[in-house]
C-alpha cells in the first residue's frame, strides 16, 4: 500500500470538511440575520422569504403569518377615518396581541407588536395620514 497516496485523499475530505462547516455557518448567520428582521418588526423581501422555506420551514410559516397580519392592519390603517381612529386601532391591536402573552410564545409576540408599530410609524409619516383629521369629528363649517 503506497501511503503517499492516502494523504492527498484525507486532504481533500478535510477541505470538503470545512467547505460544509463554512456553508453551514453562513446558512446560520442568513437564518439569525433574517429572524432579527423578523424581531424588529420588518418586512422580508422575496428572496428572504424563500430562502426560509428551504432552509426552515418553520419560520417560514411564521413570516408568512406575520406578513398577512401585517398587510391586514395596513389594510385597515387605510380606511381609518381621523387620526384618533388609526391612533385607536393600534392601541387595540398591540393590547390584543398583549393578551395573548398568557399563552406563551413571547418571541412570537414581540414580532408580531414589532411588525404593527412598524407598519403604524410608515402609515404615520405617510400623506395619507398627513389628509386625515386631528380629531374623531366632522370639522365644523364657519
Same mark, same amino acid.
Given at each position: %500500500?503506497?501511503?503517499?497516496?492516502?494523504?492527498?485523499?484525507?486532504?481533500?475530505?478535510?477541505?470538503m470538511?470545512?467547505?460544509?462547516?463554512?456553508?453551514?455557518?453562513?446558512?446560520?448567520?442568513?437564518?439569525?440575520?433574517?429572524r /432579527? %428582521?423578523?424581531?424588529?418588526g420588518?418586512?422580508?423581501?422575496?428572496?428572504?422569504?424563500? &430562502?426560509?422555506?428551504?432552509?426552515?420551514? /418553520? +419560520?417560514?410559516?411564521?413570516?408568512?403569518?406575520?406578513s %398577512?397580519e401585517?398587510?391586514?392592519? !395596513?389594510d385597515?390603517?387605510? *380606511?381609518?377615518?381621523?387620526?384618533?381612529?388609526?391612533? &385607536?386601532? /393600534?392601541?387595540?391591536?398591540? %393590547?390584543?396581541?398583549?393578551?395573548? +402573552?398568557?399563552?406563551?410564545?413571547?418571541? !412570537?409576540? +414581540?414580532?408580531?407588536?414589532? #411588525?404593527?408599530?412598524?407598519? *403604524?410609524?410608515?402609515?404615520?409619516?405617510?400623506?395619507? &395620514? #398627513?389628509?386625515?383629521?386631528?380629531?374623531?369629528?366632522?370639522?365644523?363649517?364657519?
Open positions: %500500500m503506497n501511503v503517499k497516496s492516502v494523504q492527498p485523499v484525507s486532504d481533500y475530505f478535510k477541505a470538511q470545512q467547505c460544509k462547516d463554512a456553508r453551514a455557518t453562513k446558512d446560520q448567520s442568513s437564518l439569525a440575520s433574517i /432579527n %428582521m423578523l424581531m424588529l420588518k418586512k422580508l423581501r422575496t428572496d428572504e422569504m424563500d &430562502y426560509l422555506q428551504q432552509h426552515d420551514p /418553520n +419560520l417560514h410559516d411564521q413570516a408568512m403569518s406575520l %398577512m401585517r398587510q391586514a392592519y !395596513e385597515a390603517l387605510q *380606511h381609518s377615518r381621523s387620526k384618533a381612529d388609526a391612533n &385607536y386601532y /393600534n392601541t387595540f391591536k398591540l %393590547m390584543q396581541i398583549a393578551g395573548q +402573552l398568557k399563552h406563551g410564545g413571547s418571541e !412570537e409576540l +414581540l414580532m408580531r407588536s414589532n #411588525a404593527i408599530q412598524e407598519a *403604524h410609524r410608515e402609515f404615520v409619516r405617510s400623506s395619507k &395620514y #398627513a389628509s386625515l383629521r386631528s380629531d374623531g369629528y366632522a370639522p365644523r363649517k364657519l
